[in-house]
């Protein structure tokens, strides 16, 4: 009887989620909408290709269907449209949409059980925004970057001393990763909270990681996650409680002062407890990192792979950088400019860069060409940067080739081509100058006081991954190193050189 209990519930579950799509059609539908493209796959539609190959899967559909089409993904209807000029024009700029907050929020209620009221406090939540906008500029962000720095030579240097009684055999991507969350943390939360995380078991990367895993799996609605991945949740709401150990006034950002100054004041402590608290910043730290981290990695890896782009950044730093000057400076890092084409470069062709909004409304918009979209509120609206960064028109026959010096412009150009991995409009994203300056000094650092060699990887590997970076796609909410299989490809063998001297 239970058997068949249960045998009927699935069923039902089954035929509504296949049949949700065409049921809202029948309700909901506007006029104009674009192409839908259905798939029969039941429940998981096409989270597979999405989540495994998006690039290939949305660039297969982009040519079948055209610019503008819709697909169901994670129980939301995402419309694509590859026309930038409409994006930009029409969608960003326009107040019928908002960023992917209501998305985020929901995650944050529910998985990380944050207070559902704090989440929704339009004011603060404004405030939050602009206050990651205007404190990570300017002075400030001299400050985030010399902390940066110090904080690689002091990881540099806890690790040559671990060195001499540990084998020297590491993964690149786990490597560096976990020096850029300490420079991340040290920058936000100041030298002490960072030293006191570096102490503790289990290691704050670890379970920075956890967090990252559990944000990915609730992004993609994963059933069961919590019983499945209990380990991974477990440690995810270790590193929560990590920040319950931050001290106001000791050395922190001036954005995290901003924020502990706002969820303490007389007007906002009602909405904010401590989990809520921990929970922001734990997200500060991960939006600071979960990208700039392993980006970081690929840009070491590119210049490793190509002598090339190498030596033309070891000339440039020869040349700007001397051995009483300070590389975290900003007169120095703004002179980067073959290194600040090589980190363009890479991301272009590794980064899954997406913009995205929600329509806030049914409305319509006419693209340039005086198409009409119609679209449903609470559609998803994603301009795919990627398809233009891997365009062959606008990058050549091989997109995924590199040139180390793309974004310099030459005397035959007009310009330099453009990416667009920041976002766009007022929402640009507020830590791009510090992500371009914090490559910078880890590139710095790595040429001044390493040594390091794959070696897993052979010379056809090499080929190999010039001509295309065996990259992770699968997360969505933030950026992958290697795909699993190729992972061991990224061990190195490593040793300092210099690193007590300047
Ligand atoms: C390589 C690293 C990074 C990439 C590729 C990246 C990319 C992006 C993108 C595409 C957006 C969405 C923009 C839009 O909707 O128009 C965004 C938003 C944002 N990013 Fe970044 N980001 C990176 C690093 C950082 C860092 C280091 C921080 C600093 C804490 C940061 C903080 C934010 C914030 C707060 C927003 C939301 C801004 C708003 O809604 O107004 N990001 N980022």
Redesign the pocket.
């Known amino acids: 009887m239970l058997l068949i209990l249960i045998t009927i519930i699935i069923v039902t579950l089954i035929t509504y989620i296949y049949l949700k799509p065409l049921i809202d059609n029948l309700f909901y539908s506007v006029p104009n909408e674009p192409k839908y493209i259905h798939s029969y796959i039941p429940i998981f539609g096409f989270s597979f290709q999405v989540i495994t190959n998006p690039i290939e899967f949305i660039r297969s559909l982009y040519l079948k269907y055209g610019k503008i089409f819709v697909i169901y993904f994670a129980s939301r209807r995402w419309i694509y449209i590859y026309d930038e000029q409409t994006y930009l024009t029409k969608v960003i700029k326009s107040d019928d949409f908002i960023?992917f907050d209501a998305f985020i929020t929901d995650i944050f209620i529910k998985d990380l059980n944050v207070n559902s009221q704090c989440m929704q406090h339009e004011e603060s939540r404004v405030l939050q925004?602009k206050f990651?906008?205007h404190l990570?500029t300017g002075d400030e962000l001299e400050i985030l970057s010399r902390r940066a720095h110090d904080s690689l030579i002091e990881s540099m240097k806890f690790d040559e001393k671990a060195l001499a009684n540990n084998n020297n055999i590491v993964n690149f991507f786990d490597h560096f990763g976990e020096f850029m969350l300490f420079g991340g943390t040290e920058s936000l939360f100041g030298h002490s909270f960072a030293i006191e995380q570096r102490n503790i078991t289990p290691s704050f990367y670890k379970l920075f990681q956890a967090f990252d895993q559990g944000l990915n799996l609730d992004i993609y609605g994963i059933p069961f996650r919590t019983i499945i991945y209990k380990t991974v949740f477990r440690h995810r709401n270790e590193f929560l409680k990590r920040f319950a150990s931050f001290k106001l006034n000791n050395g922190e950002s001036k954005l995290i002062n901003a924020f502990e100054e706002m969820f303490r004041s007389d007007e906002y402590k009602y909405l904010f407890h401590q989990h809520d608290i921990n929970a922001l910043h734990a997200t500060?730290l991960w939006?600071?990192v979960s990208?700039?981290a392993p980006?970081s990695c690929w840009v070491v890896v590119d210049l490793l792979l190509h002598p090339e782009a190498l030596a033309a950044v070891k000339q440039e730093l020869s040349e700007n950088v001397s051995s009483s000057s300070s590389i975290y400076d900003k007169e120095i890092l703004t002179k980067l400019k073959i290194l600040e084409s090589c980190i363009n470069e890479t991301?272009r062709r590794v980064?899954n860069?997406v913009?995205?909004r929600e329509a806030l409304v049914d409305t319509t918009i006419e693209c340039l060409d005086k198409t009409k979209i119609g679209l449903r509120k609470g559609d998803i609206v994603i301009y795919p940067a990627y398809l233009k960064h891997l365009d062959q028109n606008l990058f050549g026959s091989n997109p995924y080739r590199y040139q180390h010096d793309r974004f310099i412009k030459k005397p035959n150009q007009p310009k330099a081509p453009s990416i667009m991995?920041?976002?766009?409009?007022l929402?640009?994203?507020?830590?791009?100058f510090?992500?371009m300056n914090q490559i910078k000094i880890l590139v710095t650092l790595i040429i001044q006081h390493m040594n390091i060699e794959f070696i897993n990887m052979t010379d056809k590997d090499k080929e190999d991954y010039r001509k295309r970076l065996p990259y992770d796609y699968s997360k969505f909410a933030s950026a992958g190193g290697p795909k699993k299989v190729y992972k061991n490809k990224f061990d190195i063998k490593y040793s300092y050189k210099n690193l007590h001297t300047g």
């Open positions: 960023t925004v990651f906008h990570l500060t939006v600071a990208i700039t980006m991301l980064f860069a913009v995205i991995i920041y976002g766009g409009g929402h640009t994203c507020p830590g791009r510090w992500v």
